[in-house]
């Protein structure tokens, strides 16, 4: 069986972050392995509060995996403060290991902020380089940028201005956008558009975190990158096809209903 890590934070309403990586990973018949660098206290509606982990704990999470088991993928999520990118960079650098999937999250669904605003430096000049995937949404891609994207042309200019920072692959997510749901991924040669029908759903709480791990989780299993990603975003499609009204906000996605009816695919 593969193993993937996801280094991201702790949601404790189980529809994003660490617990979506790992339901991800289950529903791709991969085994999941987490290191926790932040817990926050959220629901469907609110981030209440955040503590992150110490970056001690966080190295030793890190060391823990990776002196004892075989990292087929890993997915970063998020990363709130610099000090804790860069131990997480610190042990990338250690380990290297193949398949990093980063989702640079900034803000939960419901706006409240994830990462502090001062360290999107940091994380342009420590994590973005490992990245063999970047997955940014649109709010995220103008942020790193530095640009305002306002359509398919835009979204393929900040596309190839982040892939200049460092990263070998990116995808510019188009969920924020209006009309169908395009995202946009370059290699640094050739522009790949992956494209679905918009969804008429307020449940998409963890859709980034979602759609990030099953890219991992499909590279561990030995994609190529185009097909990882459009493997993901076919399931991440169906997820928020048949997302989940629970809480009073934004209700996450099905992580598990084709597995649930079909059984998992070899």
Do not use: W
């Not at 890993?74 to 860069?86: A, D, F, Q, R, W």
């Not at 995220?140 to 596309?159: F, L, P, Y």
């Amino acid at each position: 069986m593969k193993k993937v890590l996801t280094i991201a934070g702790s949601d404790c309403s189980g529809g994003a972050g660490i617990q979506a990586d790992l339901k991800t990973f289950s529903a791709h018949g991969v085994f999941g392995m987490s290191v926790i660098v932040s817990v926050v206290a959220e629901n469907t509606s609110r981030v209440i509060d955040i503590q992150d982990i110490t970056p001690d704990m966080i190295e030793k999470q890190i060391d823990a995996v990776f002196e004892d088991i075989e990292v087929d993928a890993v997915k970063v999520g998020m990363l709130s403060t610099p000090i804790c990118m860069e131990i997480v960079a610190k042990k990338l650098y250690q380990y290297l290991p193949a398949n990093i999937v980063i989702d640079p999250v900034m803000y939960a669904k419901n706006g409240c902020p994830l990462m502090d605003p001062n360290a999107v430096d940091t994380l342009i000049k420590v994590i973005i380089p490992y990245a063999d995937v970047l997955t940014p949404n649109i709010p995220e891609a103008e942020k790193i940028a530095g640009i305002k994207i306002s359509n398919i042309s835009d979204m393929e200019k900040a596309a190839r201005k982040i892939f200049e920072m460092g990263c070998k692959n990116v995808i510019v997510k188009g969920g924020h956008a209006i009309g169908n749901a395009l995202d946009v991924l370059f290699d640094g040669t050739r522009f790949y558009h992956f494209e679905s029908h918009r969804i008429n759903t307020k449940n998409t709480h963890g859709t980034g975190c979602t759609f990030s791990s099953a890219i991992a989780s499909n590279l561990a299993l030995g994609m190529n990158i185009p097909k990882a990603v459009e493997q993901a975003k076919k399931y991440v499609t169906v997820a928020i096809e048949h997302s989940l009204a629970i809480g009073k906000g934004h209700g996450p996605t099905h992580h598990f209903y084709d597995l649930y009816r079909n059984g998992l695919q070899k």
